[in-house]
């Protein structure tokens, strides 16, 4: 089997349950050979640090405030970042940052308010991520705009910069295409329903690919709506082999090449 990697996997939910042993032995029996766990807040970066440094070669792992953990007191856990990285064991990236209009607040103060404050933190982590020469990994849902915007605005350089679960068409990937970054898939690319996104996958292109499961979100078929698990990506990889009418093989290449050089693991 030819060895792929998830590059975008959070263990935190493995490990608390007790299941992370068998996650990723089941991973390695489908050729997941390879993962990123990414950090979502304070909460879990120790973890996945302590997490690599026992699985070195198997696990890398990144760091960042997802925007639905930005809370009043973000900036005490932005402090905490850089120290990451005076590590023996860096992380590869920084993330999953970004901005997300779908967990508001329901009132229309309030959730503007938030939004600000996503917007305050993912600026300082694009600075961070900048001056520290890291890629990041961008979560945006319903915000692709103004991520884009931001990015502009911050000293980034866009080739280090993924957009994770793309879910976007393909004029999103050309805006994304015209400045040098790349859009990472998951198991949504398997959906019916996900058409525009395959025609921003082909856009992107063969050579551009990554791929990843988000787990525990995001199955995809034929386990869509139950837990996900690093194991599915090889669900998702086939799925990418018959998009791009290419073997296994040629994709598994394809999107480790693509993943390895990107996060330098
Ligand atoms: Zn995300
Ligand atoms: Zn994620």
Not at 115 to 135: G, H, M, T, V, Y
Request: net charge negative; charged share 25%; proline share 4%.
């Amino acid at each position: 089997m030819n060895a792929i990697v998830d590059t975008h996997t959070h263990l935190e939910n493995f490990h608390r349950k007790g299941f992370l042993g068998n996650a990723l032995t089941a991973a390695a029996n489908a050729g997941v050979s390879r993962m990123v766990t990414v950090g979502t807040d304070l909460d879990d970066w120790d973890l996945y640090a302590k997490l690599s440094e026992e699985r070195l070669g198997t696990l890398s792992y990144t760091v960042g405030i997802h925007p639905c953990s930005v809370t009043a007191d973000w900036e005490e856990a932005f402090a905490k970042i850089r120290s990451y990285w005076g590590r023996e064991i860096k992380p590869v990236a920084l993330g999953e940052i970004g901005l997300d209009r779908f967990h508001l607040p329901k009132d229309a103060v309030e959730s503007e308010r938030v939004f600000e404050q996503q917007k305050a933190a993912f600026r300082k982590q694009l600075a961070l991520a900048s001056e520290l020469d890291a890629p990041v990994v961008i979560h945006s849902r319903g915000a692709f705009r103004e991520c884009v915007e931001l990015i502009d605005d911050s000293s980034m350089n866009w080739e280090r910069v993924v957009f994770h679960c793309f879910s976007e068409g393909p004029g999103e990937m050309q805006a994304l295409l015209d400045r040098g970054a790349y859009g990472s898939f998951t198991g949504i690319i398997t959906f019916k329903n996900a058409e525009s996104i395959r025609d921003a996958a082909r856009l992107q292109g063969l050579e551009r690919l990554m791929i990843e499961t988000d787990a525990p979100y995001l199955a995809p078929m034929p386990h869509r709506g139950k837990p996900n698990e690093p194991a599915y990506l090889r669900r998702t990889a086939d799925f990418c082999a018959s998009l791009f009418k290419v073997s296994d093989e040629v994709l598994a290449q394809r999107t480790t090449e693509t993943a390895v050089a990107f996060y330098g693991i």
